[in-house]
């Protein structure tokens, strides 16, 4: 059963920084892409970042400059370094990635959600 643990949220000052992380555990074959989403209150679930298996990223427009998404060798774990925080970044973040089983067969799974907060 692969699961994707994720680690990191918290409360944070405006223009302050948090590192979220995610690790995916359990037997499979490769990970095709992992990415981060974000669900405010009120609002639909969106795109933060994402990393593809050939290391070509992309960003929601409201995060380019201030967040960078990264791995580590051997695609695991995918890490989001947050800077310039702002309160509109308030919401749950997810972890997402489609990973593929030893048979080859690909399915998506998500984490738990952490939160992150940003308020004085």
């Known amino acids: 059963q692969v699961q994707l643990v994720e680690s990191g949220g918290g409360l944070v000052q405006p223009g302050g920084s948090l590192r979220l992380s995610c690790a995916a555990s359990?037997?499979?074959?490769?990970?095709?892409?992992m990415g981060w989403y974000r669900q405010a209150p009120g609002k639909q679930r969106e795109l933060v970042a994402k990393?593809?298996?050939?290391?070509?990223?992309n960003y929601a427009d409201s995060v380019k400059g201030r967040f960078a998404i990264s791995r580590d060798n051997g695609n695991n774990p995918v890490y989001l370094q947050m800077n310039n925080l702002k309160p509109e970044d308030t919401a749950v973040y997810s972890c997402?990635?489609?990973?593929?089983?030893?048979?080859?067969?690909?399915?998506?799974?998500w984490g738990q959600g952490t939160q992150v907060t940003v308020s004085s």
């Open positions: 997402n990635a489609f990973i593929a089983n030893v048979y080859g067969l690909g399915n998506e799974y």
């Open positions: 359990g037997r499979f074959f490769s990970i095709h892409h």
């Open positions: 990393i593809t298996g050939g290391d070509s990223t």
